[in-house]
C-alpha cells in the first residue's frame, strides 16, 4: 500500500468534526528525548489524550463518509450490551456488522456531548446567546437505537430538546458499513411516532388555527430506493368552539362539532383569506384516507436513553474486542501484546509495566525526577518501551523487538506493509487529522484508540498507542 493510499485510507468516521491540537511543546521534549515518537502521535490524533476519551438538517440528507473496516450482515437486538460480555460473544457477520454500526454512532454521540453537533448540523443550546450545558442539562437530550424504517439496519435517533421550541429537533441517521455512508434519513420537532410500515407521524411544533383539541401532525413514508423518508401528507382540524369562531356548520355532515383538512403532499395549506375552504372532511374520510397508508400497522417505541457517556460507553469497546477476537485468531503471540491491554485493563500502563517486568526483565525507571509521569523501560541497557501517564496515557515501543512482545501485531522491525495489515484486522484506519504519515485510529468518539509509528527503508522502527477522542481537549 502506497503512503497516498495510506493517507485516503480513512475507513471509519471521517464525516465528523475534527479535534482540537494540543500537548504543549515542553511535554513534546521531555518524550523519548528526542521527541520523535511524541510529536508523531500528536501529530497523528490532532489532539490531547484525555481520561474523558475512555481507555463526530433536513430530511434525507447525505453525508458522506469514510469506508467500512468490516464487512457484515444485517442486525438485530437491543441498544445496550452489557460491559463484560464481550468475550462471551460468539463472533457472527451479523453481530459484527451491528457492533460497527454502533461503534459509529457512538461517534455522533461523542460528537454531540463535546461539541454540541451533529454531522451535518449545529445544535443550538439553551434559549440565549450565552447558554452552556452541564451533564445534568445534557442528559435531559437523549439518543435510541433501533430499526425504525424497517430496513434490518438499526438507526441512530437523536434527540435534542434543551434549546428554543425552533431548535429543538428529533433526526435519524443511517449508517450503512458496507458502503460507508451516513444518511440523514429524517429530522423534525420532537414529537414523532414510529410505526412498523415504515412510517412516521410528526407532530407540528405549534397548533396553527383554527382551534382544535387535534393536534396537527404530518405523515411520512420511508423510501427505501432514497433511504429517506418522503411526505405522504398533513392532518389539522376545526373544532366548533362558539361564537369566537364561525364554524362551518354546513361541513360538519357527522355532526360531531369537527371538521378536518387533508392536505397530501404537494398542496397547499388553505389560510383565513379563502375561509379555511379545505377544512371539508368528516371523520369517515379521515379514517379512510388513513387507512390508506396505516391500516393494521403498530407503533414502534424506542427506548431512549439519557445523552451521557454511560449511555453508549459500551459500544466502542463491544466493536474493537470482537475485531480482537477475530484477529487473534490468526496469531499465537497474544499473550504478548501490549495493546490489547488498553482494551483489557482500565489501568493499562501499569499493567504493561509490571507485565514487562516479570516476564521478560525489563527494568523500570524514572530518567527525569520533574518528570514522574514518564517512565522508560530498559534491557541490556536499551532503552526499548516509554509510558506517559498524563491524561489518558500512551505506551511507546521501539529500536528493537523483544521476544513474542507487540502492539496490535506490529513491532520494530516489522515491515510497513505488514503493520498496516495488522493494524487494519483490528480496526485501525488512517487519521483524517494526521500530519504525519502512518497515523492511525479506531474511530473518533469517546473509548477509541491512536497508534502511530515511524520507520526507515519500508522497517518500522517507533512506535506509540494510547486511547484517543476527537473531540477532546
Known amino acids: 500500500m502506497d503512503s497516498e493510499n495510506r493517507r485516503m485510507n480513512n475507513r471509519d468516521g471521517s ?3 475534527m479535534g482540537k491540537k494540543g500537548m504543549c511543546a515542553v511535554m513534546k521534549k521531555k518524550l523519548w528525548r528526542s521527541g520523535r515518537a511524541a510529536a508523531g502521535i ?18 434525507g440528507e447525505r453525508i458522506q463518509t469514510a469506508e467500512s473496516a468490516a464487512d457484515g450482515g444485517q ?28 461503534h459509529y454512532y457512538s461517534g455522533i454521540l461523542s460528537q454531540v456531548m463535546a461539541a454540541w453537533r451533529l454531522p451535518d448540523m449545529e445544535l443550538g443550546v439553551g434559549t440565549s446567546a450565552d447558554d452552556t450545558l452541564d451533564a445534568e442539562e445534557m442528559a435531559k437530550n437523549c439518543f435510541a437505537v433501533a430499526d425504525v424504517d424497517q430496513d434490518g439496519r438499526e438507526e441512530l435517533l437523536v434527540k435534542w430538546t434543551t434549546t428554543t421550541t425552533a431548535g429543538s429537533l428529533e433526526a435519524v441517521y443511517d449508517y450503512n458499513p458496507e458502503t460507508g455512508e451516513l444518511k ?27 382551534p382544535a383539541e387535534f393536534w396537527p401532525c404530518t405523515f411520512y413514508q420511508y423510501d427505501p430506493e432514497e433511504n429517506s423518508y418522503v ?56 379514517d379512510e384516507w388513513l387507512n390508506g397508508f396505516m391500516e393494521g400497522v403498530e407503533e414502534i417505541s424506542p427506548v431512549y436513553d439519557p445523552m451521557q457517556y454511560e449511555s453508549f460507553a459500551d459500544f466502542t469497546p463491544t466493536y474493537l474486542k470482537m475485531l480482537a477476537e477475530k484477529a487473534g485468531r490468526e496469531r499465537s503471540d497474544t499473550a504478548a501484546d501490549l495493546g490489547l491491554l488498553i ?32 517512565t522508560v523501560g530498559s534491557k541490556d541497557g536499551k532503552e526499548l518501551f516509554t509510558f506517559e501517564a498524563l491524561n489518558a496515557g500512551h505506551i511507546g515501543y521501539k529500536g528493537e523487538k523483544i521476544e513474542d512482545v507487540t502492539i496490535f501485531g506490529i513491532y520494530p522491525g516489522i515491515s510497513v506493509d505488514g503493520a498496516w495489515e495488522k493494524l487494519q484486522a483490528y480496526g ?36 506509540a498507542v494510547g486511547p484517543y477522542c476527537a473531540f477532546a481537549g
Open 15 to 17: 464525516g465528523l468534526g
Open 42 to 59: 500528536f501529530a497523528c490524533a490532532g489532539v490531547m489524550f484525555l481520561t474523558a476519551c475512555g481507555a463526530g438538517d433536513g430530511a
Open 75 to 102: 442486525q438485530d437486538g437491543n441498544t445496550n450490551t452489557e460491559a463484560g460480555e464481550n468475550t462471551a460473544l460468539i463472533e457472527t457477520p451479523e453481530k459484527l456488522q451491528q457492533a460497527q454500526i454502533r
Open 184 to 210: 440523514n434519513e429524517f429530522c423534525a420537532y420532537p414529537m414523532l411516532t414510529y410505526y412498523d410500515n415504515g412510517v412516521i407521524k410528526a407532530g407540528w411544533s405549534h397548533n396553527q388555527v383554527p
Open 231 to 286: 411526505e405522504i401528507g398533513s392532518l389539522r382540524a376545526w373544532d366548533d368552539i362558539g361564537e369566537e369562531w364561525d364554524f362551518p356548520t354546513e361541513r360538519d355532515v357527522d355532526g360531531d362539532g369537527t371538521v378536518y383538512e387533508i392536505v397530501k403532499a404537494g398542496e397547499e395549506y388553505s389560510d383565513y383569506q379563502s375561509g379555511y375552504e379545505g377544512f371539508r372532511f368528516n371523520q369517515a374520510e379521515v
Open 343 to 374: 482494551l483489557e485493563e482500565a489501568h493499562f500502563l501499569d499493567a504493561a509495566q509490571t507485565f514487562l517486568s516479570e516476564k521478560y526483565g525489563v527494568a523500570m525507571e524514572h530518567p527525569d525526577p520533574d518528570f514522574e509521569e514518564w
Open 428 to 463: 485501525f484506519y488512517a487519521s483524517p487529522y494526521a500530519e504525519a504519515e502512518n497515523c492511525l485510529i479506531t474511530g473518533e468518539g469517546f473509548g477509541n484508540i491512536s497508534i502511530w509509528f515511524s520507520a526507515e527503508d519500508g522497517v518500522v522502527t517507533d512506535i
